[in-house]
């Protein structure tokens, strides 16, 4: 019983586009969102993170876009760059601090 | 500043034996997590723990122990290791009522047993 889905393994876009991963999320007890990006041999770092009582929240080139009724968040890149390619992971909680229940990821691949 | 160390990076076990993986950080922190992340998959917690010399359950309990004596330092025991142990191990840790940040992760442990 997967809470948190990222339902495309893998997205390709070329470099200078935007890049939209998506993920849903089935219980309406999570009010904080998060997105860690990850590169192979290392752990996941945190990039951007989103709280119920927002619908946007942006960092520079990310922004995430959450939509509590639909229960889904997107993480938009743009411009996307070749440094983005990694496996980008959602996650939700009920609260800072608390348990993380991740996504299976989404492997986005940036062509120069 | 470390962050969040974890050893060794890499381990190969047979069947039936034990290991400790060690996780420490040096950012008085007071929440500390183990996930595991098998190919394909999210990351699945472990074990966490709220502060020193309280620990609880996660998702994915069975064959793992934990302690936690110290802020600092959260290792998980594998005991009777088994190949569905077989996967990448993080730890990580979050200061409570800092927002926005999320955990920090240390770089893995990359576990096979055979």
């Known amino acids: 019983d997967q809470q948190v889905k990222q339902n495309s393994p893998s997205l390709s876009v070329q470099e200078g586009r935007i890049s939209i991963l998506n993920c849903d999320y089935t219980?309406?007890?999570?009010?904080?969102f998060l997105w860690y990006k990850k590169y192979p041999a290392e752990g996941p770092t945190f990039l951007i993170s989103?709280?119920?009582?927002?619908d946007k929240n942006e960092d520079g080139r990310f922004t995430v876009f959450l939509n509590k009724s639909a229960k889904h968040l997107s993480l938009h890149i743009v411009p996307s760059q070749p440094g983005d390619s990694a496996v980008y992971f959602c996650?939700?909680?009920?609260?800072?601090?608390?348990?993380?229940?991740f996504g299976s990821g989404t492997r986005l691949l940036v062509r120069p | 500043n470390a962050g969040v160390t974890q050893t060794p990076k890499f381990r190969i076990l047979k069947i039936g034996q034990s290991m400790t993986l060690q996780c420490t950080q040096d950012?008085?922190?007071?929440?500390m997590y183990w996930y595991r992340q098998d190919p394909g998959m999210g990351l699945k917690l472990i074990y966490y723990?709220?502060?020193?010399?309280?620990?609880d359950k996660g998702e994915v309990p069975n064959g793992y122990n934990v302690s936690r004596s110290t802020t600092e330092d959260f290792p998980l025991r594998l005991e009777l290791a088994a190949p569905s142990q077989t996967s990448v191990y993080f730890c990580?840790?979050?200061?409570?009522?800092?927002?926005?940040?999320?955990?920090?992760f240390g770089s893995g442990t990359r576990l096979t047993v055979v």
């Open positions: 996650a939700a909680s009920p609260g800072v601090g608390y348990k993380l229940i």
């Open positions: 219980n309406s007890m999570f009010d904080y």
């Open positions: 989103i709280s119920s009582i927002k």
């Open positions: 950012m008085n922190h007071n929440y």
């Open positions: 723990s709220v502060g020193a010399g309280i620990t």
């Open positions: 990580a840790s979050i200061l409570t009522g800092v927002a926005n940040y999320g955990y920090t």
